[in-house]
């Protein structure tokens, strides 16, 4: 079957770098992306990994280890509007076609 | 560029009544997705369409489900009749392509569905 776990909730101060993690298991994995969604509002793309290694966007950068499905979204420089939940989703190649499977998201909080 | 758009923002039905929703995804992107969102949830995928084809429609209840896209643009998903655990965020997204190019996916607003 395929699942993905991240944990549920992640707290960090202002300033602070937060790592979160995901696992994840899917016949056919192309590659990995992370989106944020803020409460009431729709998920907006953050990065993506098709390959092993580190990707920088700014204060997000994601990693991906295809050999121990395993990638993590990490955010430096912690803002309060950084608030939101997290998803990892992976990118399945399967026979009809590339398919999409969202993790059941990480929910940052951000104190002063 | 305009966003992905979606209609109705909000929704209040009666269970077992039926519903519309409709999206219109950004001009030139080929694949549309449907989003089933429960508060707390991660989105789950109701249907992915390639064009006006069906790419993936596992996990849609067709006994309530349905939903098409004429021409290959915009979309529409109708549940009938619906049931109290259909009260969701119903989101709707669009990428060029479901390719190996294009892996980023822009969402639509969304929209919120109560079934009381």
């Known amino acids: 079957g395929q699942s993905l776990e991240q944990p549920s909730e992640v707290t960090a101060v202002e300033g602070a770098i937060v790592q979160i993690n995901c696992t994840y298991q899917?016949?056919?994995?192309?590659?990995l992306s992370w989106y944020q969604q803020h409460d009431g509002g729709a998920p907006t793309f953050l990065s993506y990994n098709g390959l092993d290694g580190l990707e920088e966007t700014g204060r997000f950068s994601s990693f991906l280890s295809r050999s121990d499905s395993y990638g993590y979204l990490l955010l430096q420089e912690l803002q309060m509007k950084d608030s939101a939940s997290y998803f990892c989703?992976?990118?399945?190649?399967?026979?009809?076609?590339?398919?999409?499977?969202f993790g059941a998201g990480t929910r940052l909080f951000v104190k002063a | 560029e305009a966003g992905v758009a979606q209609s109705p923002r909000y929704k209040i039905i009666e269970k077992r009544q039926s519903v519309a929703f409709w999206c219109n995804p950004i001009s030139g992107h080929a694949t549309l997705y449907w989003y089933q969102q429960i508060l707390g949830q991660g989105p789950k995928l109701l249907i992915q369409?390639?064009?006006?084809?069906?790419?993936?429609d596992s996990q849609l209840p067709k006994d309530r489900f349905s939903a098409e896209r004429l021409k290959g643009v915009d979309s529409t998903l109708k549940i009938q009749p619906a049931k109290l655990e259909d009260s969701a965020v119903y989101l709707c997204a669009s990428s060029l392509t479901s390719g190996t190019v294009s892996y980023e996916q822009y969402f639509g607003p969304g929209t919120r569905l109560t079934v009381t």
């Open positions: 899917t016949s056919g994995f192309y590659g």
């Open positions: 369409f390639q064009n006006n084809g069906v790419v993936d």
């Open positions: 989703a992976v990118r399945d190649l399967e026979t009809g076609g590339f398919k999409t499977i």
